[in-house]
Each structure stands twice: as C-alpha cells, then as structure tokens.
C-alpha cells in the first residue's frame, strides 16, 4: 500500500472520534495549573517526562522564547501545557481530528499555535535549525522508516537543541492480544507492508498500519542522524498482561544537537 499513510490518518480520525485516549484534550483547569508551575507532559504511556530535560529552555518553570514543535503531537494534551509554559508552539500532524483538538484548545484559552497537517514519512515543511525543542511522542510506529524521521529532526534542530521522543522497542507485536495467558504469536519486523500475515491481521481488525522497530532503528538512528544522546527510560503499556507484569514496551529519549565548534 503506496499510501499507507493517508489510510492511518483516516482511522486515527475515527479513534479520536470514538474517544480515544490520546486525543481527549487536557480540561481548562489543567491549562491553568500548568500557569502557575504544576504541569506534567508524557512522551510514553505512564512515566511523565523529568522536568529537567526541558534545560536549557526551562527557565524558572518558563519556556519563554523557545520554538517547540510537537511532532505528530496533536490531540491537545501537550502543547497546550508548552503555550501555557510560554513556548512559541508549532503542532504537525496527520490526523485532521488530531489537529481539530489543538484548535479548539488554543480558541478555548485564547493562546497561539502554528497548526500543519503533514505527513512526518515525507520532507518536512521547515527550514534548517528552525527549533530549540522537538517533542515527539511514540508516533512513529505508524511509519515504516523511522531514520528520514531522525534525519529531518536533526536538520530542523537549531544547534544546541534537544530532540524529546518516545518510541517502541517491539514487543506489543509479537502477540496478537495483550491478554493472560500471553502467546507469542508473531515474528519480528512486524511489518504489514513486507509481511502478508500482518497485512492479514491488520486489514481483519480494521487497524491503522503500524511498524515494529528496534532498538538499533530508535535510539541508533538518532546517534546515526547526529545526535549526542544523554537520558533515557523505560516504560510500559497502561493496561493489559505486559504491563502487569511490567514488561518494558517503550522507551523516552533525550537527545542533543551540539552546536558546532
């Protein structure tokens, strides 16, 4: 499927229309506790992002003056609390839906947003060293080739900014339902595009075409684009057999572009 893409944008759409989690934006009184200091921002399922790894643009629970993008980061939960912290926020996006939330969380609390819908598997719209903070929670998993994505962070990336992502390292696809008893059902690379029994699966239950990807794709791939990396964790799903057994699924990445000597 040339544009898989398009395909996992429509149904993403029809996740956020079905209330899926993470396109449920944050409550009014959210936004103003993150006003006054009291704010949290995850990349992955469960563990909120240290605050720390926000330095240098962090100043006194400020972001004033940043250039944050919220890489395919719509659904309204994260860059309204960076608007609230003072950051000048851009927000790309595939999903319409996605980016529908944003909208009616900037009008809501009256703050500005650069909103784009784009396709982060092709160019991005933006030119060299355009930001000082790249926010990218787990996302790619819906692309096949995640070392173009590294590649453009690294070029839009301003010299001495951070890439903040979070990524999968695999294991959800190798079963088929995150349920007791667990059975490894599948190979990896699960990839639906290579793979006809994950093409199979996915066209079955009417899901958004998604990619496993390693360890050596997720946190190499960034050391291969250009970036020092300098913090990571790990976290799990929020429900189901694997995070009970707190089985690691995911992992946060800090990253930094040096600025050139």
């Given at each position: 499927m040339d544009n898989y893409t398009d395909y996992n944008s429509k149904i993403i759409d029809k996740w956020v229309e079905m209330g899926w989690e993470w396109g449920i934006p944050i409550s009014q009184d959210a936004f103003e506790a993150a006003k006054h200091g009291q704010w949290d921002v995850l990349?992955?399922?469960?563990?909120?992002?240290?605050?720390?790894?926000?330095?240098?643009?962090?100043?006194?629970?400020?972001?004033?003056?940043?250039?944050?993008?919220g890489l395919a980061c719509g659904g309204g939960q994260q860059m309204p609390v960076f608007a609230a912290l003072g950051a000048e926020c851009t927000v790309l996006d595939y999903s319409e839906k996605m980016l529908d939330a944003e909208r009616m969380v900037s009008e809501r609390e009256s703050y500005p947003i650069n909103i784009i819908k784009a396709d982060m598997s092709k160019p991005l719209p933006f030119r060299e060293n355009s930001f000082d903070i790249i926010f990218h929670p787990v996302s790619n998993v819906y692309v096949e080739n995640v070392q173009h994505i590294w590649d453009e962070c690294y070029r839009i990336l301003k010299p001495g900014g951070i890439l903040l992502a979070g990524c999968d390292n695999g294991f959800n696809f190798l079963i088929e339902n995150d349920m007791e008893p667990l059975k490894i059902e599948y190979t990896l690379p699960f990839n639906p595009l290579r793979n006809p029994e994950h093409r199979k699966l996915i066209e079955s239950m009417g899901d958004a075409y998604q990619f496993s990807h390693t360890y050596e794709e997720q946190v190499g791939g960034q050391l291969k684009a250009g970036f020092r990396l300098?913090?990571?964790?790990?976290?799990?799903?929020?429900?189901g057999a694997l995070c009970k057994y707190n089985v690691?699924?995911?992992?946060?990445?800090?990253?930094?572009?040096d600025a050139a000597k």
């Open positions: 990349l992955t399922p469960n563990r909120p992002v240290p605050h720390k790894w926000f330095a240098p643009f962090l100043r006194n629970s400020r972001l004033d003056g940043s250039r944050l993008l300098t913090d990571l964790f790990d976290d799990t799903n929020n429900t690691p699924t995911f992992v946060a990445t800090r990253a930094v572009k």
